[in-house]
């Protein structure tokens, strides 16, 4: 046996009594999940099971799940359907992507074709009676302006998403800046 083969044989043995040992000391601790998993009967003033099962609908963190507990499946919402009537929805803010007021069912999007800005290029606009894409489209991260739509707003569903009439699965209380302003002094 040569002398490098001795030290790999030696230095192998010492990895494996510390592994060995890493695993008797964190292996040692009781575990915890099992005591906790089971509903204990809740001392007076404790939260109940049931309560932290399902919680109420807007208080809960994870309200996707609706209230399902995580152990469960919960029946699938029914699909929201796609508002097509051309009405545009109030913006929350000035800066917010406008929701898109018709479907678009089998446009394309990719890299060879934009089906958007057949409609919504400034110079199509007027033949389709769109709205062109504003400036800030053509503008590069450096506030440049380029001759065609900037390629950080070229793919527009990152943004800009069809109408539909699912209700909000997370409740909020958002206030508009124009309801912030208007609101009396007293409050
Ligand atoms: C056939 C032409 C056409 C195509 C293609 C088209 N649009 Fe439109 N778009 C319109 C017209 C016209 C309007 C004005 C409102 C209306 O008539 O529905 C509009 C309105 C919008 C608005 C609302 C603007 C605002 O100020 O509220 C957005 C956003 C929008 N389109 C995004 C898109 C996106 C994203 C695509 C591609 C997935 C697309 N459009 C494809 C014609 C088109
Ligand atoms: C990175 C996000 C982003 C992408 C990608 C994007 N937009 Fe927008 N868009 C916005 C924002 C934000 C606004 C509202 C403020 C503004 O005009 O910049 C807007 C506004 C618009 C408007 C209304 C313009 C106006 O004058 O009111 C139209 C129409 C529109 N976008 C269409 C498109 C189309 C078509 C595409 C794809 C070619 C696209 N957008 C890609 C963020 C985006």
Same mark, same amino acid.
């Given at each position: 046996?040569?002398?490098?083969?001795?030290?790999?044989?030696?230095?192998?043995?010492?990895?494996?009594?510390?592994?060995?040992?890493?695993?008797?000391?964190?292996?040692?601790?009781?575990?915890?999940?099992?005591?906790?998993?089971?509903?204990?009967?809740?001392?007076?003033?404790?939260?109940?099971?049931?309560?932290?099962?399902?919680?109420?609908?807007?208080?809960?963190?994870?309200?996707?799940?609706?209230?399902?507990?995580?152990?469960?499946?919960? /029946?699938?919402? #029914? &699909?929201?359907?796609?508002?097509?009537? =051309? !009405?545009?929805? *109030?913006? %929350?803010? +000035?800066?917010?992507?406008?929701?898109?007021?018709?479907?678009?069912?089998?446009?394309?999007?990719?890299?060879?074709?934009?089906?958007?800005?057949?409609?919504?290029?400034?110079?199509?606009?007027?033949?389709?009676?769109?709205?062109?894409?504003?400036?800030?489209?053509?503008?590069?991260?450096?506030?440049?302006?380029?001759?065609?739509?900037?390629?950080?707003?070229?793919?527009?569903?990152?943004?800009?998403?069809?109408?539909? /009439?699912?209700? #909000? &699965?997370?409740?909020?209380?958002?206030? =508009? !800046?124009?309801? *912030?302003? %208007?609101? +009396?002094?007293?409050?």
């Amino acid at each position: 046996m040569s002398s490098k083969s001795v030290l790999v044989a030696v230095g192998l043995l010492v990895v494996t009594a510390l592994v060995f040992a890493a695993g008797w000391h964190f292996g040692s601790h009781p575990v915890r999940a099992v005591a906790s998993s089971a509903p204990a009967a809740a001392p007076d003033g404790a939260v109940a099971w049931q309560a932290i099962a399902a919680p109420l609908p807007g208080t809960q963190i994870d309200a996707v799940r609706r209230g399902v507990p995580v152990d469960q499946e919960g /029946d699938p919402p #029914p &699909l929201a359907r796609v508002e097509n009537a =051309d !009405i545009k929805r *109030l913006r %929350a803010y +000035p800066m917010q992507p406008p929701t898109i007021p018709h479907t678009i069912d089998g446009y394309q999007v990719d890299k060879n074709a934009n089906r958007c800005m057949l409609c919504h290029a400034r110079a199509n606009a007027a033949t389709f009676q769109a709205p062109p894409v504003s400036v800030t489209h053509y503008m590069d991260r450096d506030d440049q302006f380029l001759a065609t739509v900037s390629p950080r707003r070229y793919f527009c569903n990152q943004c800009h998403v069809v109408q539909t /009439d699912a209700q #909000p &699965l997370v409740a909020n209380a958002f206030r =508009d !800046i124009d309801s *912030l302003i %208007a609101r +009396p002094e007293a409050q």
